[in-house]
Every structure is written in C-alpha cells, then in structure tokens.
C-alpha cells in the first residue's frame, strides 16, 4: 500500500504569510494527489485535484505542486478563514490513503 | 443539486455491528463511485473502502478486510457500510463521499455519521 507522509504535522502563522505543506509518497504516483481543507465538525473540503487543479469556488491564493512523489500545497497569503487542517489523499490505486494531516494555527 | 445523505449517529456495544446508510440525489446513482473515510475523535482521515453502485465492485482497506461490508440498493439510490466486532477504537465520524469520475477526487461528502461504541 501506498503511504502518503505529510509534513509538517502542525505549523503556526500569521495573516498575510506564505505556507507550504507538503506529501511525500512511498512510491511514484503521478499527479493522482488531492488537496482537502478541514475545519473543526464539518465535513472535509476539496482544495485542489490532480496535484495543481485549483478546484472551482476555492480561493487562488491557493495552488498545488509536484509529480511523482513530492507534492506541496501552498497558501499564498493566509487569510483568517483559513486555520484548518489540511490532508493529501493519493487517488492513484486502491487502497486510496490520507497524509496524517496538517494543523494550521493561528501565531 | 448533488447530495449525500447519511443515516443517524448509533451507540453500539462491543462486539456488535453497525449499518451506516448514504443516500444519494441529484446524479445518476450508478455514474459515480461511493467511498467510505472514518475519523476518530481528534484523529486524521482514514480511508476504509469504495463500492461502484453500477456492478456493486468493492475495495477495501486491508485493516478492514473481513470485517466491513459495502453494499448498494440501486432501487433507494443508498449505498451501505457495514462494519462488524466493533470495539472502542471503531468509534468515528463515517463519511461516504464521492468520487468524481475522470479525475478521481472526492466532490461530494455526506454529512457524517457518528458512531459510538461503549459498554
């Protein structure tokens, strides 16, 4: 099975910074990475697909990278809304698997 | 518009099993491929397994092999997940999302469904 590790697993900032998180996959997955953001009792929300899609209604200050096995998701400038958790799933064969995630909070 | 409906939340006692339905709407029910992902009180994402409504194929995880079941009934548009000898560590939030179906992303979530297991 594939593994997906994120890093890293929690990371503090402020409004207004550049952040990237990134997944690493055990093995080579072309682009198969999804984005999902989220928030505390609500329901996961796709961020990004195929590594660098930006899905349509999310914000263009985010973007996705990678090929292969090293994908970033970055947030150009932080905006209040978006303290959450964020995960990577590889979609490139079953079993389908999560990174562990990434607390993004508030410095 | 497109919509998952999930069953209500269940309070189970070890070693018994729990049915979790999801209801779809607003799409043709066997087009897209229904997945399972559970998360335990403040714990990641965890992808369990997926059924295709159209044929009723399923893939699961192997930390569930033998003790899940995914099902679908074409005629209600509801897939199933059920998971069986539950103990204390089965208690989670269940999704069932949807996979879109050229770029296999999840584009739809049911609302979750919590399930307890407690003596």
């Known amino acids: 099975a594939i593994q997906m590790t994120q890093s890293p697993s929690s990371l503090s900032a402020s409004v207004g910074d550049r952040v990237t998180i990134t997944c690493r996959a055990s093995?080579?997955?072309?682009?198969?990475v999804g984005w999902y953001q989220q928030k505390p009792g609500r329901v996961p929300k796709l961020l990004i697909y195929a590594a660098s899609f930006l899905e349509s209604g999310v914000p263009s200050r985010f973007s996705g990278s990678g090929s292969g096995t090293d994908f970033t998701l970055t947030i150009s400038s932080l905006q209040p809304e978006d303290f959450a958790t964020y995960y990577c799933l590889q979609n490139y064969h079953y079993p389908y698997s999560f990174g562990q995630g990434t607390k993004l909070e508030i410095k | 518009q497109v919509q998952l409906v999930q069953s209500g939340a269940e309070v189970k006692k070890p070693g018994a099993s729990v049915k979790v339905s999801c209801k779809a709407s607003?799409?043709?029910?066997?087009?897209?491929?229904i997945h399972w992902v559970r998360q335990a009180p403040g714990q990641g994402l965890e992808w369990m397994g997926m059924?295709?409504?159209?044929?009723?194929?399923?893939n699961y995880t192997q930390k569930f092999q033998g003790r899940v079941t995914m099902t679908r009934d074409t005629s209600r548009s509801t897939v199933y997940m059920e998971l069986r000898s539950l103990t204390s560590e089965d208690t989670a939030v269940y999704f069932c999302?949807?996979?879109?179906?050229?770029?296999?992303?999840?584009?739809?979530w049911g609302q979750g469904t919590l399930v307890t297991v407690s003596s």
């Open positions: 999302a949807r996979e879109e179906a050229e770029e296999d992303y999840f584009d739809c």
């Open positions: 607003g799409y043709i029910f066997t087009s897209y491929s």
């Open positions: 093995q080579g997955i072309r682009n198969d």
């Open positions: 059924i295709n409504p159209s044929g009723g194929s399923t």
